[in-house]
């Protein structure tokens, strides 16, 4: 298996509904990321676990909860989120002491 | 924070050479790398270059480092139209974990 795998694909919600995003992999990748992409913008990182332990925020509103339950998961928590979040989330994983990082396809979320 | 620079858009004709150029801020980046975005769709790896490297060619694809002007380049040989894409160069500031996106460079294929 070679994929990273998101569900799931699009989403929208209220902006009183509780969300997760999900994402999975099973190369044995021990780092895993996710992304925001607004339209016509690049990716901007958001999140990083290494070893399933958070490594970097930034500075993301307190409205997007990560979590990373094992090596192969990787949750991202929407609760109370505004119409400025609609984007394309993409999650992301490394291979252990490499900096390459493979994709998942996205989840195309609005927020309405 | 550190900016990525990249020409918004390049149109090349079917079968010519496709040049995408790029800038980037930090000198301790060990790795750069060029990820391709179709429409609607997550990042693909096309390829990346060690920061020691000059050049790096992989099939159709050549990546020329100059590490001293901070500038980074990708040939695609013979464009196809299934080049069509947002190409982005990434790098990885500090070494550190997670990638900084260039803007994007928008591929047009005339036919």
């Known amino acids: 298996d070679t994929e990273v795998t998101q569900t799931p694909k699009h989403l929208v919600m209220g902006m009183t509904n509780k969300k997760s995003l999900k994402c999975e992999q099973h190369m044995g990748h021990r780092a895993m990321y996710w992304y925001k992409q607004k339209a016509k913008k690049p990716p901007e990182l958001m999140f990083v676990?290494?070893?399933?332990?958070?490594?970097i925020n930034e500075s993301v509103p307190s409205r997007f909860s990560p979590e990373c339950p094992n090596s192969s998961l990787l949750n991202l928590h929407l609760h109370a989120l505004q119409p400025e979040d609609s984007a394309l989330y993409l999650c992301?994983?490394?291979?252990?002491?490499?900096?390459?990082?493979?994709f998942g396809q996205g989840t195309r979320l609005t927020v309405v | 924070g550190e900016d990525v620079e990249q020409s918004l858009f390049l149109s090349v004709r079917e079968g010519d050479s496709s040049v995408i150029n790029c800038t980037y801020t930090?000198?301790?980046?060990?790795?750069l790398y060029w990820y391709k975005q179709e429409p609607g769709a997550g990042l693909q790896l096309l390829t990346y270059i060690f920061s020691n490297m000059d050049m790096k060619q992989d099939q159709r694809l050549t990546v020329l480092l100059n590490k001293k002007d901070k500038h980074l380049s990708l040939r695609i040989a013979d464009t196809q139209t299934g080049d069509s894409a947002i190409y982005f160069c990434a790098e990885t500031p500090g070494g550190a974990d997670g990638l900084t996106f260039g803007k994007g460079t928008h591929l047009i294929i005339q036919p």
């Open positions: 930090d000198s301790s980046s060990t790795y």
């Open positions: 992301a994983s490394s291979p252990p002491g490499s900096a390459e990082a493979f």
């Open positions: 676990y290494s070893y399933e332990k958070l490594s």
